[in-house]
């Protein structure tokens, strides 16, 4: 079905236009590289004040509703970038397993975000020392950094991995 998909979408006038464009590639490339910085960016300093590693001064919520924005609003830019990117190059991007693996991810890592942001509007409290869920709020943390670390990799290797 996948298959199926690319092989009409590379066909597509709009598939055309960005593919038949070098520089509407670049741009897009270069803009989904600027938004991966300012997620990462937000996400260390989220997770490292989780950790307890900086940004003592501040409450956990505190930090986590001053940068989570950020973070929904980059990843915005890159959904539209890498949309740009999937139709340029359909078959590359859509039947590439680390592509597969960076999506499935990249809905972890936003789930994570988002239960952070949720839980925090109910108990500003919720991740900070002594809080009840301090030890959840470190396994999460780690893992988010483990997982958006991971996320730039794969996004990385879809250029040198080939497709299924």
Same mark, same amino acid.
């Given at each position: 079905?996948?298959?199926?998909?690319?092989?009409?979408?590379?066909?597509?006038?709009?598939?055309?236009?960005?593919?038949?464009?070098?520089?509407?590639?670049?741009?897009?490339?270069?803009?989904?590289?600027?938004?991966?910085?300012?997620?990462?960016? !937000?996400? #260390?300093?989220?997770?490292?004040? =989780?950790?307890?590693?900086?940004?003592? !001064?501040?409450?956990?919520?505190?930090?986590?509703?001053?940068?989570?924005?950020?973070?929904?609003?980059?990843?915005?830019?890159?959904?539209?970038?890498?949309?740009?990117? =999937?139709?340029?190059?359909?078959?590359?991007?859509?039947?590439?397993?680390?592509?597969?693996?960076?999506?499935?991810?990249?809905?972890?890592?936003?789930? =994570?975000?988002?239960?952070?942001?949720?839980?925090?509007?109910?108990?500003?409290?919720?991740?900070?020392?002594?809080? #009840?869920?301090?030890?959840?709020?470190?396994?999460?943390?780690?893992?988010?950094?483990?997982?958006?670390? !991971?996320?730039?990799?794969?996004?990385?290797? =879809?250029?040198?991995?080939?497709?299924?």
């Amino acid at each position: 079905m996948l298959q199926a998909f690319s092989d009409w979408l590379v066909t597509t006038w709009i598939s055309h236009l960005f593919a038949d464009h070098i520089w509407t590639v670049i741009m897009s490339q270069t803009i989904h590289i600027i938004g991966v910085a300012v997620v990462m960016i !937000s996400v #260390a300093i989220i997770n490292l004040r =989780i950790l307890g590693a900086t940004g003592r !001064s501040q409450s956990v919520a505190s930090i986590t509703f001053q940068f989570t924005p950020w973070i929904w609003w980059a990843i915005l830019v890159l959904l539209l970038t890498g949309t740009l990117q =999937i139709l340029a190059e359909p078959a590359r991007e859509i039947m590439n397993n680390v592509m597969r693996i960076k999506m499935l991810l990249l809905i972890t890592v936003c789930g =994570i975000t988002y239960y952070y942001s949720k839980a925090l509007r109910t108990d500003p409290n919720f991740l900070d020392v002594g809080g #009840a869920h301090r030890t959840l709020g470190l396994s999460l943390a780690s893992l988010s950094i483990v997982f958006w670390v !991971s996320i730039v990799v794969c996004g990385r290797f =879809i250029a040198y991995v080939g497709a299924i």
